[in-house]
């Protein structure tokens, strides 16, 4: 494991559903995030929280909810997603500010059926 | 904001070959400019960085180049091995925020 641990590694969901990714880290870093990654695309930032406030949130649909409990650990809590929103999601952790890197957790395969 | 652009989108070499991949950025608050190597199915790894102090830094086989002035930076890797297969995304580094490139799908042939 890197430090950065993300469960569920798999999810299938209906577009009706309620379930929560989690990410846990280990490395007493002070910055959390969550990535989108796709198919063909680059990885798309959705959310960012430092010393657990929320600095960043760039755009994304509000059936995307994020929750920061305390420097160690995130959450993103998904409704009524769609089949579009299938992907890998990546958490990440850093010390801010960021010049020693990322290290990403194994992400979550997410498929919404 | 920043912005990144990296090219080639896929790169294919014979093993034993050089590869190089080379990202632009736009904002010259940019000081940190790590490389990260994602395997098939695998999270992203950070494989090498460079500040801006700095101009070229070299680990084994990688190294990563970097011209200010013209706000480009290149990930070198020489002698490429089957096992370098991977997606490769560049990074720049304004303070408070990470812009990464769009990947590049590099191939080693056997």
């Known amino acids: 494991e890197t430090g950065v641990t993300q469960t569920p590694r798999h999810l299938v969901m209906g577009m009706t559903n309620k379930k929560s990714l989690k990410c846990e880290q280990h490395?007493?870093?002070?910055?959390m995030y969550w990535y989108k990654q796709s198919a063909k695309k680059p990885l798309e930032l959705m959310f960012v929280?430092?010393?657990?406030?929320?600095?960043e949130n760039n755009s994304v649909p509000s059936r995307f909810s994020p929750e920061c409990p305390n420097s160690s650990h995130l959450f993103l809590h998904l409704h009524t997603l769609q089949p579009e929103d299938s992907a890998l999601y990546l958490c990440?952790?850093?010390?801010?500010?960021?010049?020693?890197?990322?290290?990403f957790g194994s992400g979550t395969r997410l498929t919404v059926v | 904001g920043e912005n990144v652009e990296q090219h080639p989108s896929t790169l294919s070499v014979q093993e034993g070959d050089s590869a190089v991949i080379k990202c632009t950025y736009s904002?010259?608050?940019?000081?940190?400019f790590p490389w990260y190597k994602q395997e098939l199915g695998k999270r992203p790894q950070l494989i090498i960085d460079?500040?801006?102090?700095?101009g070229e830094k070299k680990d084994q086989r990688i190294a990563v180049t970097l011209n200010k002035t013209a706000k480009h930076f290149s990930l070198h890797i020489t002698e490429t091995q089957p096992e370098d297969s991977a997606v490769y995304f560049c990074?720049?580094?304004?303070?408070?925020?990470?812009?990464f490139g769009t990947g590049t799908k590099l191939q080693v042939i056997p």
């Open positions: 990440a952790s850093s010390q801010e500010p960021v010049n020693y890197g990322y290290t």
């Open positions: 490395l007493g870093h002070n910055a």
């Open positions: 929280y430092s010393l657990e406030e929320r600095v």
């Open positions: 904002d010259s608050a940019s000081n940190y």
């Open positions: 460079i500040r801006s102090n700095v």
């Open positions: 990074a720049a580094n304004p303070p408070q925020k990470v812009t």
